[in-house]
């Protein structure tokens, strides 16, 4: 089956690190763009940045560039979103989705991470 | 950053009957391959986003042909032609030109 899984809820102290993750099956990995997408009611749905996990290339949105870590593993189909210092406000839902790196389609989503920072 | 405008915030429609959301751009999402950078993405209650339409106009595989989107340069829409039960959710439109891609803020569409 094709799925984006992604790791389990977090709850976190204001300035703790946290790694997520976003496993790949059923797909050649290698052959999309791994997006990470921020949801919170306020905001909405917010674009991250990405990851081409065939070189690791990175794109980052500049609201988050220095903040977060976007990394990923090939050799085991995985993608991460990671915080070395988390604030309250990074509480929100994380999501991981696909898109083709040739076609531009965009068809799957992870089920989201909710990430919870509170002292 | 590109900014997206939807409209309008919410929707309510009756079943069976058609619905239009509109999706604006402040800077032309037309490529020089001639696609336009733009998705449709519904949110479900208590659900992932799942997109609709991409490149525009091209309607997602499984996804019901009561949906099209149509569209050009800044001007987009999504329409439904008839709205079934369960379509209700919150609609994002998406630009995927430049990054940072850039979602409008949502169209909730619920029941009357």
């Known amino acids: 089956e094709v799925q984006l899984v992604q790791s389990g809820a977090e709850v976190k102290k204001p300035g703790e690190s946290l790694r997520i993750s976003c496993k790949g099956s059923g797909f050649s990995f290698i052959s999309y763009w791994i997006n990470w997408v921020r949801q919170t009611p306020e905001k909405g749905l917010e674009w991250m940045g990405r990851?081409?996990?065939?070189?690791?290339?990175?794109n980052y949105s500049p609201s988050f560039h220095g903040h977060v870590t976007i990394s990923a593993d090939k050799s085991i189909t995985t993608a991460y979103l990671q915080w070395s210092s988390l604030k309250a406000s990074d509480s929100a839902i994380y999501y991981c989705a696909r898109r083709d790196t040739l076609t531009n389609y965009p068809d799957l989503w992870g089920q989201g991470t909710l990430v919870t920072v509170s002292s | 950053d590109i900014v997206m405008t939807q409209s309008p915030l919410s929707l309510p429609v009756t079943p069976g009957e058609p619905a239009s959301i509109s999706c604006r751009s402040n800077q032309s999402l037309l490529y020089t391959n001639g696609y336009n950078y733009l998705d449709w993405y519904l949110q479900k209650p208590g659900q992932s986003p799942q997109v609709l339409v991409y490149?525009?106009?091209n309607r997602a595989y499984g996804v019901p042909d009561r949906f099209s989107g149509s569209g050009s340069g800044t001007d987009f829409t999504l329409k439904i032609s008839r709205v079934e039960a369960e379509d209700v959710g919150v609609y994002y439109c998406m630009q995927a030109l430049q990054t940072p891609f850039t979602f409008g803020g949502g169209t909730k569409v619920e029941i009357k």
């Open positions: 490149l525009g106009s």
């Open positions: 990851i081409d996990p065939r070189d690791s290339y990175t």
